[in-house]
């Protein structure tokens, strides 16, 4: 019987030359940045937010600060695993970026319904009507947050695929066997041809 022998499989845990080509191709380390600035920016506009104090949402721009340090954490976890790209890591960043995902859609409608910012919808007796110039700061800040969410969202996406990318890439690993002769099929072949030998006969001798 032949005997099969397959490349040595990665170690467990490590990726595969295909796997860590799919990783790279995403330029995690620059993601995981650009999501790091993100974070930064929507905490210092959601600050801005909330100095106005005639503002009627600074709840729902309060949990903008949950957003900020999941997209902070997603964006290290992120720079991390270009470093150390392990299945461990690309598993975690799958995991963490469609939590992010679910964070930044949550608090993309929340503020979208407030964009345009219509005072008159929350004015009451006690309330002071904002100026007009403090009524247009409100409507940039609103929209610069809600880009910098969709930009998130993008980010999240594209973490997620080439995450699937590399699991998958795992999953399509080809074994390359290579079959050697049986040493039983080998005695049995026939010997090299060899001329025959011509024994002399008893009794019988050659006449001169």
């Known amino acids: 019987m032949a005997d099969a022998e397959k490349e040595t499989p990665p170690a467990a845990g490590s990726l595969s ?4 080509q799919s990783h790279f191709k995403m ?14 920016l929507i905490l210092c506009l959601s600050a801005s937010v909330l100095q106005i104090y005639e503002v009627h949402f600074t709840g729902d721009v309060s949990l903008l600060l949950i ?4 997209v902070t954490f997603s964006g290290s976890v992120l720079i991390h695993s270009g470093r150390r790209p392990t299945l461990f890591w690309v598993k975690f960043v799958l995991v963490l970026h469609l939590i992010s995902a679910a964070f930044s859609t949550a608090a993309l409608g929340l503020m979208s319904k407030h964009l345009p910012y219509r005072q008159d919808s929350y004015h009451c007796e006690h309330c002071r009507r904002l100026e007009l ?21 993008l980010i999240c996406t594209t973490a997620m695929l080439f995450g699937l990318s590399v699991l998958a890439a795992g999953g399509r690993q080809v074994e390359v066997f290579v079959t050697e002769p ?27």
């Open 17 to 20: 030359a295909g796997q860590l």
């Open 27 to 40: 330029e995690p380390k620059t993601l995981g940045a650009i999501q790091i600035v993100i974070g930064a």
């Open 67 to 70: 957003v900020v340090l999941q």
């Open 133 to 153: 110039h403090a009524v247009l700061l409100i409507d940039g800040i609103l929209a610069t947050l809600v880009i910098f969410l969709v930009l998130e969202l």
């Open 182 to 208: 049986d040493s039983d099929q080998v005695e049995d072949l026939p010997s090299p041809h060899t001329e025959p030998q011509v024994e002399p006969i008893e009794g019988v001798t050659s006449e001169p």
